[in-house]
Nanobody, 123 residues
Framework: QVQLVESGGGSAQAGGSLRLSCVAS????????MGWFRQAPGEGREGVAA????????FYGESVKGRFTISRDNAKNTVYLQMNGLIPDDTAMYYC????????????????WGQGTQVTVSS
């Protein structure tokens, strides 16, 4: 089993920034695929970003390209999501994920999910 614990959510004004963190523990390989999804009220889960082994290639959803950056610290089993240029449409619960089998954009392809951290952006 793998445990994922997110932190760093909160409230921000449009145009502001937040940085999310996710620490993995348990039966987790430090270089495993990791990613972030989000879910707004009444909406489905949307792939935000992923960093994939073995070369740490990064991928982003179209709605966040150029504004969000995913990174990782393998020594700390931690993945980060730096969110700049926030807009109200970024308001959602953000989930950290690991254990990928298949395309990163599909939520059903990830085995492990954190509990989520709420991000709220006001205009």
């Amino acid at each position: 089993q793998v445990q994922l614990v997110e932190s760093g959510g909160g409230s921000a004004q449009a145009g502001g920034s937040l940085r999310l963190s996710c620490v993995a523990s348990g039966d987790f390989g430090s270089s495993s695929d990791m990613g972030w999804f989000r879910q707004a009220p009444g909406e489905g889960r949307e792939g935000v970003a992923a960093v994939l082994a073995p070369d740490d290639f990064t991928f982003y959803g179209e709605s966040v390209k150029g504004r969000f950056t995913i990174s990782r610290d393998n020594a700390k089993n931690t993945v980060y999501l730096q969110m700049n240029g926030l807009i109200p449409d970024d308001t959602a619960m953000y989930y950290c994920v690991t254990g990928l089998l298949g395309r990163w954009e599909l939520s059903s392809n990830w085995d492990y999910w954190g509990q989520g951290t709420q991000v709220t952006v006001s205009s």
